[in-house]
């Protein structure tokens, strides 16, 4: 979709208070931590264990979910590339405003693409998006497929499904790289709580 402002005649207003001003009140930065991978790769479910480890450390987080934004939010979309690239579009700004508030913004989305990780990056601006490639084998991914989607997938039930009919491009320069067929939960969350204090996000 285009990126074309279709509004005239609007203007930009700046708020009193800053993100900085949030930011030091909240005790930490305020950053996009995107979640990305395969279904069944653990995306929501990590996300999950890393807020609530960041919350009960006195964080301010919130955890923007892909089935959940569909309910609401993109309830309009559907899973063509044209669509996926507008839901990843509209999540990527969303998450921004997160950060613009204080927050530790989480997403899990498959986001398939790279191209619309890179325009989401981009959108968070530079030092404030951290890309998290939830590794996981395909075959894995399907023998956890609580959901059974790649069943419904694998019979044709599912057009256009990330890893069986639709491509997956895995990030070729993601901040962290959590093979979830290997770590269990708590050592993924470790490690990207290990990238957060490392890059002083939190202390």
């Given at each position: 979709?285009?990126?074309?402002?279709?509004?005239?005649?609007?203007?930009?207003?700046?708020?009193?208070?800053?993100?900085?001003d949030?930011?030091?009140?909240?005790?930490?930065r305020?950053?996009?931590?995107?979640?990305?991978?395969?279904?069944?790769?653990?995306?929501?479910t990590?996300?999950?264990?890393?807020?609530?480890?960041?919350?009960?450390?006195?964080?301010?987080?919130?955890?923007l979910?892909?089935?959940?934004?569909?309910?609401?939010?993109?309830?309009?979309?559907?899973?063509?590339?044209e669509?996926?690239?507008?839901?990843?579009?509209?999540?990527?700004e969303?998450?921004?405003?997160?950060?613009e508030?204080?927050?530790?913004a989480?997403?899990?989305?498959?986001s398939?693409?790279?191209?619309?990780?890179?325009k989401?990056?981009?959108?968070?601006?530079?030092?404030?998006?951290?890309?998290?490639?939830?590794?996981?084998?395909l075959?894995?991914?399907?023998?956890?497929?609580?959901?059974?989607?790649?069943?419904k997938?694998?019979?044709?039930?599912?057009?256009?499904f990330?890893?069986?009919?639709?491509?997956?491009e895995?990030?070729?320069?993601?901040?962290?790289?959590v093979?979830?067929?290997k770590?269990?939960?708590?050592?993924?969350?470790?490690a990207?709580?290990?990238?957060?204090?490392?890059?002083?996000?939190?202390?």
């Amino acid at each position: 979709m285009s990126d074309e402002i279709k509004s005239k005649n609007i203007t930009w207003h700046h708020a009193d208070i800053t993100r900085e001003d949030r930011e030091k009140e909240n005790g930490h930065r305020a950053v996009v931590l995107w979640f990305t991978g395969l279904s069944g790769s653990g995306k929501s479910t990590l996300a999950h264990a890393v807020e609530n480890a960041l919350f009960e450390a006195g964080c301010r987080t919130y955890v923007l979910d892909g089935d959940n934004i569909r309910h609401g939010l993109n309830k309009n979309l559907g899973f063509s590339p044209e669509d996926r690239e507008e839901n990843i579009r509209r999540i990527g700004e969303v998450a921004k405003l997160f950060t613009e508030a204080g927050v530790i913004a989480l997403t899990a989305f498959i986001s398939p693409y790279r191209a619309d990780r890179d325009k989401a990056r981009a959108a968070a601006g530079e030092g404030n998006f951290y890309e998290i490639y939830v590794k996981c084998d395909l075959d894995v991914c399907e023998q956890r497929d609580v959901k059974g989607l790649y069943q419904k997938a694998r019979a044709g039930l599912i057009p256009e499904f990330t890893g069986i009919s639709a491509p997956y491009e895995e990030p070729l320069k993601a901040e962290l790289v959590v093979d979830t067929a290997k770590l269990s939960l708590e050592e993924s969350a470790k490690a990207v709580l290990d990238l957060l204090r490392k890059n002083g996000v939190i202390a």
